[in-house]
């Protein structure tokens, strides 16, 4: 994997984006479903990371959104490490803002953080590595890297050409709409909630959306496109900075 991301780094040395992953992985967690009963006890359903002191773990609201089923005891749980033994963090609190489907998750223990970047948009081209877990179930606790680029800054929502292309949830989005990320990297369903960070400064720009954004942005088209699309962490902050539900 490293060598094929060497290849297409014009601007980037294979050293730095080696120094940059490896400095990233430990922060990138995966977001499970804890059964006791079944088997496998676990159920990998997308990725995190964790941010301000440690304790606290971004993804995707979509990520939560299944209701649990209480009688089997179900719940929501943060995987870190790596491999068929990865340590298990219970969800304590969490917070969700629908609007840009991003949620934090609090934990007891502490996981080394990653840094949001500045508030403003990044420009087009700019090379960034986006780490998580794709294809969770799949896969299992294997942490994958890729290169991408910002080929656009775009709204979230695309003009339709007529009105019963607009579902319900594009209507909403057109009365606020706000500007997101198109990458030319790909990702897969797995990596909903990754971090997308710079090859630069490791800084975390957005954070990788595979249902929300493509519900929304491709709604028209009767077979999605293999673009990939994420939130700027702008807004992740202002959630951060937001009160636990309950």
Request: charge should be neutral; hydrophobic fraction near 40%; charged fraction near 15%.
């Amino acid at each position: 994997m490293l060598l094929f991301l060497c290849c297409f780094s014009l601007s980037t040395s294979c050293h730095e984006l080696s120094k940059r992953i490896s400095s990233a992985k430990p922060s990138v967690v995966a977001i499970a479903i804890l059964n006791p009963t079944a088997s496998p006890r676990l159920s990998l359903i997308g990725t995190g990371f964790a941010v301000g002191d440690g304790h606290q773990i971004a993804t995707n609201a979509h990520v939560i959104a299944k209701l649990l089923d209480e009688s089997k005891n179900e719940q929501y749980v943060v995987l870190s490490g790596q491999g068929t033994n990865p340590k298990i963090h219970f969800v304590q609190k969490r917070k969700v803002d629908a609007k840009y489907d991003l949620a934090v998750l609090q934990i007891n223990e502490r996981i080394e953080p990653l840094t949001l970047a500045a508030d403003e948009y990044q420009a087009e081209g700019s090379e960034l590595l986006f780490t998580g877990y794709p294809i969770t179930d799949v896969l299992g606790l294997y942490a994958a890297s890729n290169k991408a680029m910002i080929s656009a800054v775009t709204p979230v929502v695309i003009p339709a050409n007529h009105a019963s292309e607009l579902s319900p949830q594009v209507l909403r989005q057109l009365q606020q709409p706000f500007l997101i990320y198109q990458l030319d990297g790909t990702a897969y369903p797995g990596n909903s909630g990754s971090p997308v960070y710079s090859v630069v400064d490791g800084t975390v720009v957005a954070i990788i959306n595979m249902v929300y954004v493509k519900q929304t942005k491709e709604s028209v088209l009767s077979n999605p496109s293999g673009i990939s699309y994420a939130i700027p962490s702008r807004h992740l902050r202002a959630l951060l900075a937001r009160p636990y539900e309950g």
